[in-house]
């Protein structure tokens, strides 16, 4: 089964660096989306992301986060000056066709840790 | 704005045994309706979707959930769980027409033999 792709696994950033978190999603599918884990918490819709523009971001997806698609393959989350805050598990999510009604597969996630 | 509220943060439960995990929204407009599950380091896995229709759906790996409109309700359930349902589940919710899914906080489902 098609699945989506994060890399790394996990990332270690000082404080104040720019970090960038990539995805593959599934091939076919049209939106893509971030989320956010922080440790014990709810997870959190950040953006979703559909022919090559945001279509909607929460109040969390300030100037400090950017998001791409360089090429066919891959979608990327920018982290610009990174907070301690930042710390959280960060997941990639992608769904074909409208997406009100298609249930959105995740990837397994990259924990992004800040120093 | 749509909310959803896990009652349970912790359900151990033995083998064999049935299992409820109660979920419930809020929302003003037409949502749709999914519970996820994550096992330990990995991402989140969709058991089942409601989207209209039938109230009872039903899922991988022997999970149902009933949608309850009245009582803002969805349930999960499963008849007999296994050691290897151990996992952290969440109920989410999606307004129709919108892109932002928004999560419970999760129940941690744990199997004892």
């Known amino acids: 089964e098609p699945e989506v792709t994060q890399t790394p696994s996990h990332q270690v950033t000082q404080m104040g660096q720019e970090v960038i978190l990539r995805c593959v999603p599934i091939?076919?599918?049209?939106?893509f989306y971030w989320y956010r884990q922080i440790l014990g918490q709810k997870v959190e819709f950040l953006v979703s992301f559909y022919n090559n523009e945001i279509s909607e971001k929460s109040e969390i997806f300030d100037d400090q986060f950017s998001v791409e698609r360089p090429d066919g393959s891959n979608f990327t989350l920018k982290i610009r000056s990174t907070k301690l805050e930042d710390s959280a598990m960060y997941f990639c999510?992608?769904?074909?066709?409208?997406?009100?009604?298609?249930?959105?597969?995740f990837g397994d996630g990259t924990r992004l840790s800040i120093l | 704005a749509q909310s959803v509220t896990q009652l349970d943060s912790q359900v151990p439960v033995f083998e064999e045994a049935p299992v409820e995990l109660r979920c419930n929204y809020s929302s003003s407009v037409s949502v749709y309706l999914f519970w996820y599950v994550q096992y330990p380091n990995q991402g989140l896995q969709l058991l089942l979707k409601?989207?209209?229709?039938?109230?009872l759906v039903k899922g991988i790996n022997g999970f149902e959930a009933e949608f309850n409109k009245s009582q803002t309700s969805f349930h999960l359930r499963k008849p007999s769980v296994h050691i290897s349902d151990t996992a952290e589940y969440f109920c989410a919710v999606r307004r129709s027409g919108g892109f932002k899914t928004i999560f419970g906080a999760g129940t941690r489902l744990f199997v004892k033999a």
């Open positions: 999510a992608s769904s074909v066709g409208d997406s009100s009604n298609q249930p959105q597969h």
């Open positions: 409601y989207l209209s229709g039938s109230t």
């Open positions: 091939s076919n599918h049209l939106y």
